[in-house]
């Protein structure tokens, strides 16, 4: 059995303790919040962690005030001193499977060093170095991924980044959501195994789209990611309409299109999935609705949230599982990627 189908479909079982550890943190989390009123919240991150920044930090804007940012951390690192007025009044957010990789370790001892910034890290490693240096240190050594392609890790960091933001801004809907979407998540994923399964063996496609919007942003960008490094297949994210400004081109037979529908403006997304669809793709959709809605060629349904961020949980699941049967179908190891490292060291 390859380590990334184990840490795919053992996702859930760790998300659920994620859940439960975060809400033991949540006393500590308000006294940590009290004692850093009036803050910002900048998320920084690599690789697949920097895109779940995005999301964080569309998410906490929604529920918090203050400056919410999302930066690479590299970036950060090199332009420091022209993104101090950026950083400024935040505290720094860093998700990390591994706590080590030198580009967020070296940036958050710039920001506490020279500018006494706070940091909050959320790590799947005990005693990494970033744990050392946060002021709160969150840590899910149950969602450490072995394989060097992050999937249960990358599902418990979203879902600790929006944990850790309803508690900030004490929105218990959400805290409640995920919860349910925990719960639901086995049954999710075995319901909809087979049609996934036959959808990578089975289809044509050599290239990937990946196309979500607002709080999924993130989380969509590291599903199109997955499809690099587990089956090594050329893929992209794009924001739903903006798809058609430019992509649209290299959409073609070959293309499998994966779009998070949202709940709301049905109409537009509808329209797209007939562009899309014309351009000859093949085109599934991921959503609250039944598939009568898109007309797309196969649609997974979600359950309902009145948090649109909640189904970002189920969504990572869809190209994970993709990802992982193209990869058996085309005869590649993916626990192998060729030239990738778990993590960075400059």
């Known amino acids: 059995m390859f380590k990334a189908e184990i840490e795919i479909f053992s996702q859930y079982d760790a998300l659920g303790r994620t859940y439960a550890h975060m809400l033991e943190m949540k006393a500590e989390i308000h006294s940590f919040a009290k004692a850093n009123a009036a803050m910002g919240l ?47 009044d935040t505290v720094i957010v860093a998700p990390s499977r591994s706590g080590s990789s030198s580009e967020v370790v070296m940036a958050v001892k710039k920001a506490k060093s020279e500018m006494g910034l706070k940091c909050i890290s959320v790590c799947t490693r005990k005693g990494s170095e970033l744990s050392g240096l946060a002021d709160l240190s969150i840590v899910l050594p149950w969602a450490f991924d072995d394989s060097v392609c992050q999937t249960r890790t990358v599902t418990n960091l979203y879902f600790a980044n929006l944990m850790l933001i309803a508690m900030l801004a004490d929105d218990m809907v959400l805290v409640e959501e995920l919860g349910e979407a925990v719960n639901a998540g086995n049954q999710f994923m075995e ?62 037979g070959h293309t499998l299109v994966i779009i998070a529908c949202s709940p709301v403006e049905t109409p537009l997304q509808r329209d797209l999935v007939r562009d899309v669809k014309a351009m000859g793709a093949y085109v599934v959709t991921v959503s609250d609705k039944d598939s009568h809605a898109w007309g797309s060629d196969c649609n997974i349904k979600v359950p309902e949230y009145r948090n649109f961020s909640v189904m970002g949980v189920p969504f990572i699941y869809v190209p994970q599982a993709l990802s992982f049967y193209k990869a058996l179908a085309l005869g590649v190891n993916p626990d192998a990627p060729t030239g990738l490292e778990a993590w960075i060291k400059l």
């Open 42 to 88: 900048t998320f920084i991150g690599c690789g697949s962690s920097y895109s779940l920044c995005k999301s964080a930090a569309m998410s906490a804007r929604m529920r918090l005030d203050g400056k919410m940012n999302a930066l690479a951390a590299g970036d950060l690192l090199i332009h420091f001193a022209s993104m101090k007025g950026i950083v400024r």
């Open 191 to 252: 319901a909809n195994l087979e049609v996934l399964k036959k959808i990578a063996e089975n289809g044509q496609w050599e290239k990937i789209v990946v196309l979500a919007d607002s709080e999924l942003e993130g989380i969509a960008e590291e599903g199109a990611l997955a499809f690099n490094e587990i089956c090594q297949l050329p893929s992209n994210y794009y924001h739903v309409l903006d798809v058609r400004h430019g992509p649209m081109v290299l959409i073609d």
